[in-house]
């Protein structure tokens, strides 16, 4: 821990290099030829069915894992005693940070041409659709970006319902009012003012999304913009071309990443909190409904988890396979651990100025500061690999050091997460001890002394996040990997893509292990024990309508 004292002296350094690395890659992309851009590509019908359906289905994506994350977390909410709750709030983390390609096979597994449930699909689709059922297009991305996004907006829709005063229920129950009318004047006014936010950054997300568009897409019809500059660059070389879709895809996502976080931060890895415990009373009828909601929404999550199963079962791998899955799993947890280390130390750096702006009170210096040390979340990972690549080809031997470029770009790439993960607790501190430490004249050591305890929980539950985050790198690995240090989630991707199914759910299966080990102890370290601004009252329980103790 004396190392991140020490990254207190060199935050100077850090946005230097993060923004260099930035720089370098669309330097490489620029300086490449004389050609530039491709101005030609704007008035292509191609570029803008890229475009058109690029946003097609980021917007699709992020209305409908909005849509049906509404319902269960209501019922979560409403509903404090289900079974297993605290359990459904961390595998709804889980299914968000597991590797895509966990999810892709699993689906592929349940939905595929072979899977469980394509015959059912199959026979719906004939009957009522006169086509037969097909998970590559449109709809495989749809379910993709839906399983792996709904979750996400059912714990910040969740913990945004907690936010809810319970005088506001109690004012309700003496009005009289029905479920529709309280939905109308308390629900909607909390959850409209981060609905917008929450839409906006799943759009992000499904916007730049590359392995489930690259897995499930089926063809040129369903291209988004980052797998076609991954086209342009890996199969043509096309660097107008690439530049051009780059720049677009930047300008769209930059654009919308800019409004979120100009508007506001979304809270998504916080505990359930019984500040509020006043729920209105539900009738049977609303009791069983919330009851078959909650069943659906278990099965649905664990369904392309379970589909991995069978093939683990029946495997018959050989010895090569067990192998190559065993060295392929080594190295993926000791890139992750690396990239998880560099990625928390540059961090805590970067989270110095912001700390020194906000304390100052400037607000636009503390803004212009967090775009910068978090501008990776909309930073097309593809370009930054290919651009890093081109530029470092005539300069260094990337066949025998290109795995270290993996692990850098990938550490900046989950350096945002570590940022806004660790800005909240650091800020409070300040908050809460700066003008004590000041006044008694405290020394750096002597102040990182009582600093580090403050601060231990959440640093370690943000390194079990940003490693899970580690785990499922493809789109670097694309472009500096080699097959000495062929990483698990890109074995995946080389069994599934030859429908070696059975290989790729055993090494999904172990990768998705491996995930949830990291997962449980961010989750274990998150909720060992109260901050110590929080004032719970221990030993009460959860208060309805008709409570005469409320």
Same mark, same amino acid.
């Given at each position: 821990?004396?190392?991140?004292?020490?990254?207190?002296?060199?935050?100077?350094?850090?946005?230097?290099?993060?923004?260099?690395?930035?720089?370098?890659?669309?330097?490489?992309?620029?300086?490449?030829?004389?050609?530039?851009?491709?101005?030609?590509?704007?008035?292509?019908?191609?570029?803008?069915?890229?475009?058109g359906f690029t946003l097609k289905q980021a917007l699709l994506s992020a209305l409908l894992s909005v849509g049906l994350a509404i319902p269960i977390?209501?019922?979560?909410?409403f509903f404090p005693d289900l079974p297993a709750k605290k359990l459904f709030l961390t595998f709804c983390l889980l299914c968000f940070v597991t @590797?895509?390609?966990?999810?892709?096979?699993?689906?592929?597994?349940?939905?595929?041409?072979?899977?469980?449930?394509?015959?059912?699909?199959?026979?719906?689709?004939?009957?009522?659709?006169?086509?037969?059922?097909?998970?590559?297009?449109?709809?495989? =991305?749809?379910?993709?970006?839906?399983?792996?996004?709904? @979750?996400?907006?059912?714990?910040?829709?969740?913990?945004?319902?907690?936010?809810?005063?319970?005088?506001?229920?109690?004012?309700?129950?003496?009005?009289?009012?029905?479920?529709?009318?309280?939905?109308?004047?308390?629900?909607?006014?909390?959850?409209?003012?981060?609905?917008?936010?929450?839409?906006?950054?799943?759009?992000?997300?499904?916007?730049?999304?590359?392995?489930?568009?690259?897995?499930?897409?089926?063809?040129?019809?369903?291209?988004?913009?980052?797998?076609?500059?991954?086209?342009?660059?890996?199969?043509?070389?096309?660097?107008?071309?690439?530049?051009?879709?780059?720049?677009?895809?930047?300008?769209?996502?930059?654009?919308?990443?800019?409004?979120?976080?100009?508007?506001?931060?979304?809270?998504?890895?916080?505990?359930?909190?019984?500040?509020?415990?006043?729920?209105?009373?539900?009738?049977?009828?609303?009791?069983?409904?919330?009851?078959?909601?909650?069943?659906?929404?278990?099965?649905?999550?664990?369904?392309?988890?379970?589909?991995?199963?069978?093939?683990?079962?029946?495997?018959?791998?050989?010895?090569?396979?067990?192998?190559? =899955?065993?060295?392929?799993?080594?190295?993926?947890?000791?890139?992750?651990?690396?990239?998880?280390?560099?990625?928390?130390?540059?961090?805590?750096?970067?989270?110095?100025?912001?700390?020194?702006?906000?304390?100052?009170?400037?607000?636009?210096?503390?803004?212009?500061?967090?775009?910068?040390?978090?501008?990776?979340?909309?930073?097309?990972?593809?370009?930054?690999?290919?651009?890093l690549f081109v530029y470092l080809l005539p300069r260094i031997d990337l066949e025998r050091w290109g795995i270290i470029f993996v692990v850098i770009?990938?550490?900046?790439?989950?350096?945002?997460?570590?940022?806004?993960?660790?800005?909240?607790?650091?800020?409070?501190?300040?908050?809460?001890?700066?003008?004590?430490?000041?006044?008694?004249?405290?020394?750096?050591?002597?102040?990182?002394?009582?600093?580090?305890?403050?601060?231990?929980?959440?640093?370690?539950?943000?390194?079990?996040?940003?490693?899970?985050?580690?785990?499922?790198?493809?789109?670097?690995?694309?472009?500096?990997?080699?097959?000495?240090?062929?990483?698990?989630?890109?074995?995946?991707?080389?069994?599934?893509?030859?429908?070696? =199914?059975?290989?790729?759910?055993?090494?999904?299966?172990?990768?998705?292990?491996?995930?949830?080990?990291?997962?449980?102890?961010?989750?274990?370290?998150?909720?060992?024990?109260?901050?110590?601004?929080?004032?719970?009252?221990?030993?009460?329980?959860?208060?309805?309508?008709?409570?005469?103790?409320?």
């Amino acid at each position: 821990m004396a190392v991140l004292c020490k990254l207190m002296r060199l935050h100077w350094l850090a946005y230097p290099l993060i923004l260099s690395l930035t720089s370098l890659s669309f330097y490489g992309l620029i300086s490449f030829g004389d050609e530039g851009f491709d101005t030609a590509l704007l008035q292509d019908s191609y570029f803008y069915s890229i475009l058109g359906f690029t946003l097609k289905q980021a917007l699709l994506s992020a209305l409908l894992s909005v849509g049906l994350a509404i319902p269960i977390a209501r019922t979560l909410y409403f509903f404090p005693d289900l079974p297993a709750k605290k359990l459904f709030l961390t595998f709804c983390l889980l299914c968000f940070v597991t @590797p895509t390609l966990i999810v892709i096979t699993g689906l592929v597994a349940l939905l595929g041409r072979s899977g469980f449930m394509t015959p059912w699909l199959d026979s719906f689709c004939n009957t009522f659709m006169d086509s037969s059922w097909n998970l590559y297009g449109l709809s495989g =991305i749809l379910i993709a970006h839906i399983f792996m996004n709904m @979750p996400l907006a059912v714990r910040i829709i969740y913990l945004q319902l907690q936010t809810i005063p319970d005088n506001s229920w109690k004012l309700a129950s003496q009005l009289k009012l029905n479920q529709g009318q309280r939905f109308r004047l308390i629900e909607w006014p909390v959850l409209r003012s981060s609905g917008l936010l929450l839409l906006c950054f799943i759009f992000v997300l499904c916007f730049n999304s590359f392995a489930v568009v690259l897995a499930l897409g089926g063809g040129p019809q369903s291209t988004t913009l980052e797998v076609a500059i991954y086209q342009a660059l890996k199969y043509d070389f096309n660097i107008p071309e690439a530049l051009t879709l780059a720049w677009t895809q930047l300008l769209v996502a930059g654009g919308l990443y800019w409004l979120i976080t100009r508007a506001g931060g979304l809270s998504w890895q916080s505990v359930e909190s019984n500040q509020y415990l006043w729920r209105p009373k539900h009738n049977s009828a609303s009791t069983r409904r919330a009851m078959i909601i909650y069943a659906l929404s278990w099965c649905v999550l664990l369904l392309p988890y379970l589909s991995l199963l069978p093939g683990l079962f029946n495997s018959e791998l050989a010895g090569k396979d067990i192998r190559a =899955i065993g060295h392929s799993a080594l190295i993926s947890v000791a890139l992750a651990v690396i990239t998880a280390l560099l990625a928390m130390a540059v961090a805590f750096a970067l989270l110095q100025p912001i700390r020194q702006a906000a304390l100052g009170g400037y607000v636009k210096r503390m803004w212009l500061y967090e775009s910068m040390a978090t501008h990776a979340l909309v930073a097309p990972a593809m370009v930054l690999s290919v651009g890093l690549f081109v530029y470092l080809l005539p300069r260094i031997d990337l066949e025998r050091w290109g795995i270290i470029f993996v692990v850098i770009l990938n550490t900046a790439l989950v350096i945002p997460f570590a940022v806004q993960k660790l800005k909240p607790r650091l800020l409070q501190f300040d908050q809460q001890y700066n003008r004590l430490a000041r006044s008694l004249k405290l020394t750096r050591g002597t102040r990182w002394q009582i600093e580090w305890p403050f601060i231990q929980e959440i640093y370690l539950a943000t390194l079990g996040l940003v490693l899970v985050l580690a785990m499922g790198d493809v789109a670097i690995f694309s472009i500096f990997g080699t097959p000495e240090w062929t990483t698990l989630p890109w074995l995946i991707y080389g069994y599934a893509s030859s429908y070696r =199914i059975t290989e790729a759910s055993t090494a999904s299966f172990i990768l998705l292990a491996l995930c949830a080990a990291f997962l449980f102890l961010l989750e274990k370290y998150t909720v060992s024990r109260p901050t110590p601004i929080e004032n719970k009252t221990p030993g009460r329980q959860p208060q309805y309508e008709g409570n005469t103790h409320a």
